[in-house]
């Protein structure tokens, strides 16, 4: 699904963010990604998303070696990936319905199946109130779930998401983290950047713990996927 | 694919708001300016025929017998170029007379002298001093006055003003062509975090840039029907209000189909501009993304 070997990373002629980066994220796995702020989390995730391209190391995902798959291919492959970002980039001329349908849109998906299938969801998040609203007139929070709907409508093999639960009560966390574990039921491969140690003790999966741009893995609670 | 315009919010953005007010603009300046050059272009045309395709042959009262205006005709007639000659009545000579000297003085014994029309073969430019000189040897005191005098110069100045007119339309298409590319440029400065969104959506660029493409060409061609409705009515008008001028040496000023072909040319070519504009901006901001 992902591996990483020996991935380094630096911005410009900086340090080097991440080194020796080398894991293997099984198909259907759930993981846990913390380290305390400013150790890496964001950029070990736009590397998965493809967003950046390492600057040593290699980068497989979904049996494509990144460095030597071309360009044209790329949108393919991004296609199969939800991302949550941590400054959720909702767009906001758009209503929040329409910020979800975004990925359909771009997916082609035909537009009378889209509106339905994107209002039950919203609705499934909390938001059947506020549909048409704009993202600057939601709350912080509401604005994280609309994120995480964009994130998932498409039923992505593999969901990234940056600190999902940062902005909502702990209700609420608790049941975007069912959303996540459904969809991780029905095959979706995830990775979850969180600093709430409640949640990663509360659902026990295995952990990614980046200290120092180093990565080192811990085994969850429950029988995890296979980790290297 | 038109269901899909809506994808970037373009309709509240405020950068683009001015662009079909620039492209209108320029629209109408650039129609204007390459109507007026047609026009320039069409008038010297037929002053330049009108020269080229005439000669008056003069001969001297005291010259003038009906032999030595025979003897003229005839050379005339089988001289190169020449395809018509014609020895004007002396009543239609008095005739031409009377504007500018009254009939009082005309149609006394005034002296006025023979006159031969020459009509030439179209292009063909007859050196009029060298067939007065041979003219001249059957008929002394003969001239002859080809136009160009006083026409030659107003010739000149009807070919500058009309490459002052396309330089200037020239000008104005670069001025619309900068305007445009920075009006896209800006509003793609203010869509990059869209453009970066939908990019790792995973929407091929051609669909990202045809988006914006498509924005574009709907802003331009708001602006640059208006421009040309605009700059049509101004030339109609003028149309209308210069029917009455019947002056010998100018075109009627009426609206050709190179006109209006001109009003079509310059706002297709504004959107195009714009199109154009946008996609190879959107398709290099891509291309730096990985
Ligand atoms: N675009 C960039 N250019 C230069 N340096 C960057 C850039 N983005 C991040 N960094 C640096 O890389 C390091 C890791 O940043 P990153 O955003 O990955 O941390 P993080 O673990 O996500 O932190 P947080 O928990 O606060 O979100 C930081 O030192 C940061 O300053
Ligand atoms: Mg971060």
Known sequence: MLRFENVGMRYGIGPEVLRDISFTLAPGSFHFLTGSSGAGKTTLLKLMYLALRPTRGLVHLFDNDISVTPRSELPALRRRI?????????IDHLTAVENVALPLRVNGVRHGEIDTHVRELLSWVGLGERLDARPSTLSGGQQQRVAIARAVINRPRLLLADEPTGNVDDHIAV???????????????IVIATHNNVLIEEFGHPVLQLDDGELTVRRGRQPAAEVV | MLGRRTDLPFE??????FLPWIVALMVFLGGLMFAAALIVADTVDSWDSTLTGRMTVQIPQAAATEASIATLTGKLEVTPGVTGVRPVPEAEARALLIPWLGEAVVNTDLPVPALIDVELAAGVRTDAASLAASLSQLVPGVTVDNHRAWLGALINLGRTAEILAFVILAMIAAAAVLAVIFTTRSGLAVHAAIIELLHQMGAQDRYIASQFQFQAMMLALRGGIAGAAAAAVVLIVFAWVGRGIDAAF???????LGDWTALLIVPAAAVAIAMLTARLTVLRALARMP
């Open chain 1, 82 to 90: 939800g991302v949550v970002f941590q400054d959720f980039r909702l």
């Open chain 1, 175 to 189: 049941r975007l983290m069912h959303l996540f574990e459904e969809l991780n039921k029905a095959g979706t491969t």
């Open chain 2, 12 to 17: 509240r953005d405020q950068s683009t708001r």
């Open chain 2, 250 to 256: 100018l075109p009627p000023l009426t609206l050709s």
